[in-house]
């Protein structure tokens, strides 16, 4: 690997990092992150029946506190709604409202198909190895900062 091909990988991932400005226009006070809670939360209401909040944090890989934040104000818009546990009382299950469904349909399934289409060019295969590679990319660079916080080198 040379310094001109590491340029170049920091100013694709710098692209890449503002796909979502290229989204629809959100309903007011949604933001894309809402819209990774959603999909969050009616895709594992759908797999497993429950959506609790440790799930969705851990399908986004978010701490619990974002994922709290977040819900709280998905809340508000009334796209979800919390529901205790009957089976233990420290869960609390999250819910999407029929508001929510329809704002997931149409926001994200009816974007994702349409993206999909766009992409239609593009060979599985490629999509498979950008997303590995940028897996890749994402897990030495986190391993490197961790190090170096830990009294490592730069």
Same mark, same amino acid.
């Given at each position: 690997?040379?310094?001109?091909?590491?340029?170049?990988?920091?100013?694709?991932?710098?692209?890449?990092?503002?796909?979502?400005?290229?989204?629809?226009?959100?309903?007011?006070?949604?933001?894309?992150?809402?819209?990774?809670?959603?999909?969050?939360?009616?895709?594992?209401?759908?797999?497993?029946?429950?959506?609790?909040?440790?799930?969705?944090?851990? /399908? &986004?890989?978010?701490?619990?506190?974002? @994922?709290?934040? *977040?819900? !709280?104000?998905?809340?508000?818009?009334?796209?979800? =709604?919390?529901?205790?546990?009957?089976?233990?009382?420290?869960?609390?299950?999250?819910?999407?409202?029929?508001?929510?469904?329809?704002?997931?349909?149409? /926001? &994200?399934?009816?974007?994702?198909?349409? @993206?999909?289409? *766009?992409? !239609?060019?593009?060979?599985?295969?490629?999509?498979? =190895?950008?997303?590995?590679?940028?897996?890749?990319?994402?897990?030495?660079?986190?391993?490197?900062?961790?190090?170096?916080?830990?009294?490592?080198?730069?």
């Amino acid at each position: 690997m040379n310094e001109e091909l590491v340029k170049k990988i920091f100013r694709t991932c710098a692209r890449a990092k503002r796909l979502t400005d290229f989204m629809p226009k959100l309903p007011d006070g949604m933001t894309p992150r809402h819209l990774r809670v959603m999909e969050a939360v009616v895709e594992i209401n759908q797999e497993n029946g429950v959506a609790c909040i440790g799930d969705i944090g851990h /399908y &986004i890989n978010t701490t619990l506190p974002s @994922i709290t934040h *977040l819900i !709280n104000e998905l809340e508000k818009l009334e796209l979800v =709604i919390r529901v205790p546990s009957t089976k233990d009382k420290r869960i609390t299950q999250v819910v999407p409202t029929d508001s929510g469904v329809y704002f997931y349909e149409k /926001y &994200i399934r009816e974007y994702h198909r349409h @993206i999909a289409e *766009l992409f !239609n060019d593009i060979t599985p295969q490629d999509c498979e =190895i950008m997303i590995e590679t940028m897996n890749t990319i994402y897990l030495l660079m986190k391993k490197d900062k961790e190090e170096r916080d830990n009294g490592g080198n730069l």
